[in-house]
């Protein structure tokens, strides 16, 4: 059945496969932002970045949107109206990032004294700030191309700028920092190589993605169709952010700047393992729009959505949960160690919301985004408090435990939801994650295991030098070791149990032999 329900076989594949490029890339350059940067400076780019997911937030949601309402006619090659489409797109980010450069402006100085940033370089920390509000803005612009792709199901080419944008923003920023040591050089670089990739992106689909102005452009039933259904979505990006980036503040406001860093490093690693999954999602909503109107075809889906997403939940946060301690110490040594527990608790968190994707991708394709809507508002109204509550209490654990408990209770919230408005009972679908419980043991084995030797092995270090980078090699390599260990004794005991379908099992080679 997977096989037929996700089509193509390999579009999954590619964007993961991406997103482990990625991954990679950023294993590698965080140490170095790190070491170059130096500390305090590590702790600005960390806060100037999650502002930038702030003023994203100023699409409105407009990509989830245009990518639903241009999903058909980008299937039936009805260009002229796809670029209407993306003209009413642009109009809606023109008055959104017009109101929003107005608070900025204002705001921006206010906003860099109380968190407490530093200048970035020879540039005040106010005027980056601007900086930052100014390259976020166009890159939402130039996001027109990718949506088309996207919108037309052409997975290898988003795979393919999904490595290239990041890849080239954390090289060039990496480069920067070693040649430079400073933030300044470093923020230009990151922004510049990011948007001559979309730029490159959207020139390249100019004939498709240049949104076409006229008459239906102004038409307000339209304008308030994309509106609508882009805000409902967005709620989730509010939820995201709130979940990922709005802790940095309070740490940075109630704590201090220093707590910031290693908060990130745990956050950053936590989200790009997210982002592995999560970009395997982003193949579902034109596949599920394609099923949108059979009801049992829809939910057959789903299900099978659930499952995947379990396994992907497995394969790249559980498993790498169990050797965490090992690899955050290796990583980024001293920053990495102090933030072990908040990867934890992060973790836990992201797996409820990882799981419940696939409902939400399922009211998207229904045109029901509220459902969402109203989970990612329970996700901001929670985290909020408890953050900030926390965080005064138990420093950075508390605030990663507030988002924990938030993630975890929006993402139950959601898939209790889309249930209950589809007609569905809940227990096939508890019965779909309840057959995981002994892949669930194994990393939990494997994780109490690795914690142990890593505890009893980190007393013996000498206390002058315990985060040398000679002494972290060998831990990375045994981290390295250790997961890919835990991921073969998790197939074995599924294909001793029989779990994988027939399906699944031609699904998964059709992803690596590239075959429909």
Request: include cysteine; proline fraction near 4%.
């Amino acid at each position: 059945m997977a096989a037929r329900l996700f089509d193509p076989a390999g579009s999954v594949a590619l964007m993961v496969g991406a997103r482990l490029l990625n991954l990679a890339v950023g294993l590698v350059g965080l140490p170095v932002l790190i070491r170059y940067l130096g500390g305090e400076a590590f702790a600005a780019w960390a806060l100037l970045l999650a502002l930038a997911g702030g003023f994203s937030l100023l699409e409105l949601g407009m990509t989830l949107a245009v990518v639903r309402f241009l999903a058909v006619p980008a299937q039936q090659g009805r260009w002229t109206q796809a670029r209407e489409l993306l003209g009413r797109a642009w109009l809606v980010l023109a008055g959104s990032f017009g109101l929003g450069a107005l608070a900025v402006l204002a705001l921006a100085r206010p906003l860099a004294d109380w968190l407490g940033l530093p200048a970035a370089g020879g540039v005040p920390a106010h005027q980056a700030i601007l900086g930052v509000f100014a390259a976020v803005a166009l890159r939402a612009f130039l996001q027109s191309g990718t949506w088309t792709l996207i919108a037309a199901r052409r997975f290898g080419a988003v795979s393919a700028v999904s490595v290239l944008q990041p890849l080239a923003a954390n090289i060039a920023a990496m480069l920067a920092a070693w040649c430079w040591g400073r933030l300044d050089a470093a923020l230009l670089a990151f922004w510049g190589a990011q948007l001559a990739v979309v730029g490159a992106v959207f020139l390249l689909q100019r004939r498709r993605c240049a949104p076409r102005f006229g008459a239906a452009t102004w038409n307000r039933q339209a304008l308030g169709e994309l509106l609508h259904y882009g805000l409902a979505n967005q709620a989730e990006g509010w939820a995201q952010f709130v979940n990922f980036q709005f802790d940095k503040f309070l740490i940075a406001a109630w704590v201090g700047l220093w707590g910031v860093a290693p908060y990130e490093v745990a956050n950053r690693a936590v989200a790009a393992l997210r982002s592995i999954p999560a970009s395997g999602a982003d193949t579902f909503l034109p596949n599920a729009m394609v099923r949108a109107d059979g009801a049992r075809a829809a939910w057959d889906w789903y299900l099978a959505s659930t499952r995947l997403a379990a396994y992907g939940v497995v394969v790249f946060l559980l498993a790498p949960l169990a050797v965490a301690p090992v690899f955050l110490y290796a990583w980024t040594g001293e920053m990495g160690h102090l933030g072990s527990d908040v990867f934890v608790a992060l973790c836990i968190g992201t797996v409820a919301s990882v799981l419940a994707l696939p409902a939400a991708t399922l009211a998207q394709a229904q045109g029901r985004p509220a459902l969402q809507a109203r989970a990612a508002g329970l996700a901001v109204a929670l985290n909020l408090p408890l953050s900030l509550l926390l965080v005064l209490r138990f420093g950075a654990l508390g605030a990663a435990i507030g988002s924990a408990c938030a993630m975890a209770l929006s993402a139950a919230l959601l898939v209790w939801t889309v249930h209950r408005h589809f007609g569905q009972p809940l227990a096939p679908t508890l019965a779909v994650l309840a057959r995981f419980w002994p892949v669930v043991l194994v990393c939990a084995l494997w994780g109490v295991a690795g914690a142990w030797i890593f505890d009893a092995w980190f007393e013996t270090l000498p206390p002058q030098a315990p985060y040398a980078r000679a002494l972290r090699v060998a831990p990375g390599l045994c981290a390295v070791g250790a997961y890919v260990l835990c991921i073969a004794c998790v197939a074995a005991v599924e294909l001793a149990r029989g779990a994988f379908t027939a399906g699944e099992l031609a699904w998964l080679r059709a992803c690596f032999t590239r075959r429909r």
